[in-house]
């Protein structure tokens, strides 16, 4: 029977210290150059995929391209035989076109994103209206009146009038008959100078239960 070979070593408190030092760093030493190694393996992964997926999404993303492009293409035929057959102009100003499918479960809205803007002459017609509106603060009803009218002229993060508000702005100055206040909703008016930002298409089927449902053609849709 063979014997034990293991053998008991006696150290002194300083030796068993220093030893145990030892093999702490050992030990870190070995954590680190897993850590190391795996960030490593990470990285390799990250680029490995990237250099894989991005091909894919690229050709996804050209498809999708020209596809969309394909119905705009399609549907300006369809717009141009509309206003032959209704004797309608296709107004420029239009921001989006509906077109529904004969069983009303399909549709497509094709249309534009457009953003509020003004020239600096908004400024002079904010101040004539405001100089009027901030004059008739006198009773509860008109001081009403006042903080409608300056919430109606308040502005956007970005700084920007919203153009649906200053509707709302001429009917109420419609409603006063004032002369000033109307000419400065006409100088607001006046300065609008929307920008059109980019094309859109809306795709829409009805469910089992009849709502609505998008068609998703974006990247973060789904």
């Given at each position: ?189 006046e300065a609008y100078q929307p920008a059109v930002s980019k094309q859109f298409i809306r795709a829409e089927v009805k ?16």
């Amino acid at each position: 029977m063979e014997g034990n070979n293991q053998q008991t070593v006696i150290m002194t408190p300083e030796e068993r210290a220093e030893f145990e030092a030892y093999q702490r760093e050992k030990a870190r030493k070995a954590a680190e150059e897993k850590a190391k190694a795996d960030r490593e393996r990470y990285r390799q992964l990250v680029d490995e995929e990237i250099e894989h997926s991005i091909p894919s999404l690229l050709a996804i993303s050209e498809e999708i391209k020209t596809c969309k492009q394909q119905v705009m293409d399609n549907f300006k035929t369809i717009l141009e035989m509309k206003s032959e057959l209704f004797k309608t102009k296709v107004r420029d100003d239009q921001r989006s076109h509906t077109f529904t499918n004969s069983a009303g479960d399909k549709r497509i809205t094709l249309g534009v994103y457009v953003t509020d803007g003004y020239r600096d002459t908004v400024e002079e017609g904010i101040s004539i209206v405001k100089e009027y509106i901030e004059g008739l603060a006198q009773d509860n009803e008109s001081r009403a009146l006042v903080s409608m009218v300056l919430k109606l002229l308040s502005r956007d993060a970005k700084g920007t009038l919203k153009a649906s508000r200053i509707v709302q702005l001429r009917k109420i100055a419609m409603d006063t008959g004032n002369a000033r206040f109307l000419e400065g909703v006409q100088i607001i008016e006046e300065a609008y100078q929307p920008a059109v930002s980019k094309q859109f298409i809306r795709a829409e089927v009805k469910d089992e239960n009849g709502t609505w449902r998008s068609v998703p053609l974006g990247m973060t849709e789904s």
